[in-house]
């Protein structure tokens, strides 16, 4: 079992920056990818981020440039750091975390970008 905990969400203006945490715990030995989702009403989930044990990102092109996805293995932390953010990034964000048949998801944190 793991355990995901976000935060770090909230109402922002259009060009502003949050950064999102999300704090792992339990069997978390061996999780080699960890990520963000997001959904906004009406769509599908979809992948923002992720990032593997060994440092590799990977990003969705709506993303590139403004958002950052980074790890402390010290603190089981995954973090997201979103920059310029636009009305188009308004969703829930969701941390996950995929480990053997198990697909693992935080409890969502909503950002809301808007004027």
């Known amino acids: 079992q793991v355990q995901l905990v976000e935060s770090g969400g909230g109402l922002v203006q259009p060009g502003g920056s949050l950064r999102l945490s999300c704090a792992a715990s339990?069997?978390?030995?061996?999780?080699?990818?960890m990520g963000w989702y997001r959904q906004a009403p009406g769509k599908q989930r979809e992948l923002v981020a992720d990032l593997t044990r060994g440092g590799s990102t990977n990003y969705a092109d709506s993303v590139k440039g403004r958002f950052t996805i980074s790890r402390d293995n010290a603190k089981n932390t995954l973090y997201l750091q979103m920059n310029s953010l636009k009305p188009e990034d308004t969703a829930v964000y969701y941390c996950?975390?995929?480990?053997?048949?198990?697909?693992?998801w935080g409890q969502g944190t909503q950002v809301t970008v808007s004027s």
């Open positions: 339990g069997n978390i030995f061996g999780i080699y990818v």
């Open positions: 996950n975390v995929p480990l053997g048949p198990y697909d693992y």
